[in-house]
């Protein structure tokens, strides 16, 4: 039996997003005066109220000016939390039993190991493993209504391509959201604290902008939202529908025309009126970023305002990379240069950028990727799935690069399948076992992901870090008798997201005992907006 800190009725309360825009400082939180969390949700002003509403958190209670005082500003005091993982993972300390963890609002204020029975009085009990928040780095949401029906008989990439089109056509803002949102809902329940969706669905069918240009953008952040997710929109940039033999941009034909803006310039203008501040952010839970389809997509000659767009906001800038032989080699056809390198000559490859599959790079690429920084995101259940390639992920981690991991399709939603992979595609490419720790695949998913979505506060267990807490429980059939000094590599190696017990997001319950606190019967959900976009 666990114990919970807050009774289900409040989790279910809806949360205002409390403060301003940005995350609050940590030093700023953790210097409030600490208060229990109070049964009641304080209404929010209206002008907190017409931002994307998060469901059920720990809300900040007001403290009311006294009756006949001058009216003065509420002061918000961020309740304070307190957990008891029986282990958690923690940055440079690995596996650490009887961990006291506290919260105010939204970040940890304190982490204390082999914490006495004392201090632990009264805390929620976690047990199992305890992590930090889980990174989905790469997301389609609406693929996920593909799951099944694109394994049926056999096929090829772009087989798989024109069933996704296909449903990409038929996609409305309502069916949309109620589908984005029934998967976010399973990303949380596997663990997922943040989403970073590489979102190329912007018109209507016949391309023409909804009344406002990015309701199904909004619709996206809605959706996370209303799952209890972070969630980092990839605004994408998709203008033309590949390159013809001569290497000139094809226009963008049926269901691709709802995906262009028309120019890179028209894109940045449609993006900026998402209405981030300064720093990216469109809330305290989800911020911009911005994507390049892929070279395919973006002739060289359009990719500079897509950049300078990400560099104003500070915004992470994502892409697809190499994920098919056939886009090298119409690329070198084109312009005489890898992908990478058409990339790297714009300007597009830095510590902000993340390369996503990175499957089929030359030497050079990886050097360049690497020599960058620049992030590469990999997709293993979906590259396998779709007969990609294993792309070299350890060659890039040596050249410099980080990893991170998404889940693309959505064929699975698990990102403990995806970090195992990471490894185990790299013994059945060599022959040989070791590559990566599972220290570092559990970093793949964490905090190296948060940190490629532009949240680099978040994805440990320290002080001062976004409060995101996922529980693995050990009694499983697949976990059980995992012991103490391996319990890591039992999780990453083992592990189903189905194992997933408690999840905390920004300081919020999201899961509970395995079940969603937002959203009753994520089955129904996922079943019934599934059902709506295919018939
Ligand atoms: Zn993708």
């Not at 229990?36 to 931002?51: D, I």
């Not at 939204?106 to 190991?113: E, Q």
């Not at 090829?156 to 803002?173: H, Q, S, V």
């Amino acid at each position: 039996m666990t114990e919970h800190p807050r009774p289900p009725q409040q989790a279910a309360a809806p949360r205002i997003p409390a403060g301003p825009l940005i995350p609050e400082a940590p030093a700023a939180q953790a210097a409030a005066p600490r208060i229990p969390a109070g049964p009641h949700s304080p209404e929010a002003p209206a002008a907190q109220a017409a931002a994307p509403r998060i469901p059920a958190g720990p809300h900040s209670p007001e403290i009311p000016a006294a009756q006949g005082a001058p009216a003065a500003p509420a002061v918000r005091v961020p309740p304070v939390r307190r957990w008891h993982a029986e282990l958690a993972w923690l940055p440079g300390r690995g596996v650490m039993p009887d961990v006291l963890i506290e919260a105010a609002g939204d970040r940890f204020t304190a982490v204390r190991p082999a914490a006495s029975g004392t201090e632990l009085a009264g805390a929620a009990r976690l047990p199992g493993l305890t992590l930090p928040g889980l990174a989905n780095a790469h997301s389609h949401a609406f693929h996920r209504a593909l799951r099944g029906i694109t394994q049926a008989g056999h096929g090829t990439f772009w087989t798989w391509r024109d069933r996704m089109y296909e449903l990409a056509g038929r996609l409305d803002p309502a069916s949309y959201l109620a589908l984005a949102r029934a998967v976010y809902a399973e990303m949380a329940l596997a663990g997922i604290t943040c989403v970073g969706e590489f979102h190329y669905l912007h018109h209507r069918p016949d391309g023409s902008p909804y009344a406002d240009p990015n309701e199904l953008g909004k619709a996206m952040i809605a959706a996370a939202a209303a799952a209890g997710i972070r969630i980092t929109l990839l605004d994408t940039c998709y203008l033309s529908g590949g390159l013809d033999r001569t290497g000139s941009p094809l226009p963008l034909a049926g269901p691709q025309v709802r995906f262009g803006d028309g120019d890179a310039d028209q894109w940045a203008a449609r993006a900026a009126a998402l209405g981030a501040d300064l720093h990216g952010m469109l809330g305290p839970l989800a911020r911009v970023g911005a994507a390049i389809h892929s070279v395919r997509a973006v002739p060289p000659d359009q990719l500079h305002p897509v950049i300078a767009w990400a560099q104003h906001y500070g915004a992470p800038l994502h892409a697809h990379l190499s994920e098919q032989t056939a886009e090298n080699l119409a690329c070198v056809a084109a312009y005489r240069k890898t992908p990478a390198e058409v990339l790297y000559d714009a300007g597009a490859l830095g510590p902000r950028s993340t390369m996503v599959h990175a499957t089929h790079l030359a030497s050079r690429d990886i050097d360049l990727l690497g020599g960058s920084r620049a992030v590469a995101c990999f997709c293993p259940t979906t590259e396998a799935d779709l007969a990609d390639g294993i792309g070299p992920a350890r060659a890039l981690a040596s050249a410099g690069c980080g990893l991170s991991l998404g889940t693309d399709s959505q064929a699975v939603i698990d990102l403990f399948e995806e970090a195992r992979r990471l490894e185990l595609g790299e013994r059945l490419a060599t022959r040989r076992r070791g590559h990566f720790t599972a220290a570092e695949l559990a970093g793949a998913a964490t905090v190296a992901g948060h940190a490629c979505l532009g949240w680099p506060d978040a994805g440990e267990i320290v002080p001062g870090a976004l409060a995101d807490l996922v529980t693995v429980g050990l009694d499983s059939p697949r976990l059980a008798g995992a012991s103490l000094a391996t319990v890591l590599e039992s999780v990453i190696f083992a592990a189903a997201a189905a194992d997933v017990r408690h999840v905390v997001a920004s300081g919020t319950d999201v899961v509970r005992d395995g079940t969603h606190l937002l959203i009753e019967d994520v089955p129904a959900a996922l079943s019934a907006s599934v059902r709506a976009v295919l018939s």
